[in-house]
């Protein structure tokens, strides 16, 4: 039985993963976090598409869960907002 066949492993791919999105600033790991956390139930349930399949699954899953995840929460779009009174003026 391989690492990567191994439910569980996904599982602490995936806590890893979310530990990184914690301490870094970066919003890329939490879509990798839940797409590791889709395959990680995906191969809990008995899929086995060997090692290239299960990282290809892995590849789309986290790619959708990015996307979704993105929309969900939003982008930075950069806007600067011009204030152009002084609160302190009366």
């Known amino acids: 039985m391989s690492l990567w066949s ?9 806590a890893l993963l979310g530990m990184a999105e914690v301490l ?3 919003f890329v790991f939490l879509g990798f976090s839940a797409g590791a956390v889709a395959t990680g139930i995906l191969v809990a349930l ?3 598409l060997g090692l290239g399949g299960t990282l290809l699954l892995y590849a789309l899953l986290s790619g959708l869960a990015y996307g979704a995840l993105r929309r969900l929460l939003g982008r930075y779009r950069g806007d600067v907002r011009i204030i152009d ?3 302190n003026d009366n």
């Open 24 to 26: 870094l600033p970066a």
């Open 46 to 48: 008995g899929l086995d």
């Open 85 to 87: 009174r002084d609160i």
């Open 6 to 14: 191994a439910w569980w492993a996904w599982f602490v791919l995936a």
